[in-house]
């Protein structure tokens, strides 16, 4: 289910070519207007459907059940820090969903590894992937959450 | 140089009548391309029954609500360009924008009110051409040159050209020659005879470049205004934080303090990472 543009929403800004993981949002060189150059290496993370300002880009169903009429489109309301889901299904049932937007700003989630020690030879060996335990937190107890630590969000979209 | 009025200059060495002909047959050109554009694009048709469905599945909506809402597209989407995230962009829009009225109106008035010396021109209305004038040739070629997708965002020569320039590019040329011609005196040489085809190319260029879209843009942003209104919002979701009812929810436990704008998060970079 790639990706397709509503060439008369988009306005070309790059957004969706800027965040695809894939890289596979280009801008049109003819029309100025963005297009999924290869649909097929599209796995429907939908990064560039929320990070689209005009909402011209959705993600398109599969040929037997797509002219059914279900529809999943979202929001992602940077100014009031909330993501919004709308999920129609074929039979008419539909479901709304809010949350808060946690995106990091860009570049601050990297972990810069060359500052970090290597992993020693018990942790080459171990079953659990480098840093597991102790990035995961999962070495001092529960999953640790937001309200677990008494932390509420600040203001701007990030915490 | 500014209080000449450059057409009533021509006029005096063109046969009566051309300026104001070939005013004319511009407007049909316009009027002619953007029905073409129309019919050949099916867009008119694809607007229109994606309105009635949006009408059938939504709520009613009053007289006074829809005027309400032509008169917020008006003032927003229309004279503000409210549309645009990128605020230069926005910002050599509207002087595009405003710089195209000005000086189509001014060029209108002074071919069909002061075609010749007879009638002295009123210094006001040369004045106002080349205001409107700069105000193109500003939007446009900071628009052309830093703002334009592939120049900003892709690192592509601002001189790499692609049919999707045709209008901006026509209509830069054409205001260029015009003002250069202007300022020039007016007279009928080769300016002006250049400063005609490049002019000829912006409004005869219709279907296939995107003059139109000034009569596009306001019809698709009153449609999108009113399927928000009626509830269907092209099936994008309509909750948000304001209603009290939402900030109830569970999810929004985290949002409970926070202030209600909260200000631009990753958007507040222009995308320029590729």
Known sequence: ?159 | MLSVNPFAVAGASLPAGFLQAFLVLMVLAVVAGTLFDIVHKGSARYFFANMRKSKDKGRALGAGERVSIAMQTAVVDVLASGEFCNQKRRVAHLLGMYGFIVYVVATAVMVFGYPTDATPTPAIWPLLWWIGAVMVLVGGYWFWFFIRVDVAAEGNSPFRLAKADLFVLSLVASVTLAVAWAASGGGVGVLFWLYIIATIVLFGGVPWSKFAHMFFKPAAAFEKRVSRANGTAENLPTQTRDDPEQQKRHSMELLRDAPMDMGLGIKREAPRHY
């Open chain 1, 1 to 159: 289910m790639p990706t397709f543009v509503y060439m008369t929403r988009c306005d070309g800004c790059g957004h969706c070519v800027d965040i695809c993981p894939s890289d596979i949002m280009h801008i049109d060189p003819t029309y100025r207007r963005a297009y999924n150059i290869e649909p097929n290496m599209c796995w429907e993370c939908y990064s560039c459907v929320k990070a689209c300002p005009q909402h011209a880009i959705d993600v398109r169903g599969y040929a037997d059940f797509a002219p059914l009429g279900h529809s999943v489109r979202v929001d992602r309301d940077e100014r009031k820090g909330t993501i919004a889901w709308r999920i129609k299904f074929r039979d008419g049932t539909e479901k709304n969903f809010l949350s808060p937007i946690t995106t990091k700003p860009w570049g601050t989630a990297i972990p810069k590894l060359a500052e970090v020690p290597a992993p020693s030879e018990e942790i080459r060996n171990s079953q659990l992937l480098y840093n597991e335990p102790k990035w995961i937190r999962m070495d001092e107890g529960g999953l640790r959450t937001l309200k677990d630590a008494g932390l509420t969000l600040k203001q701007g979209v990030y915490y």
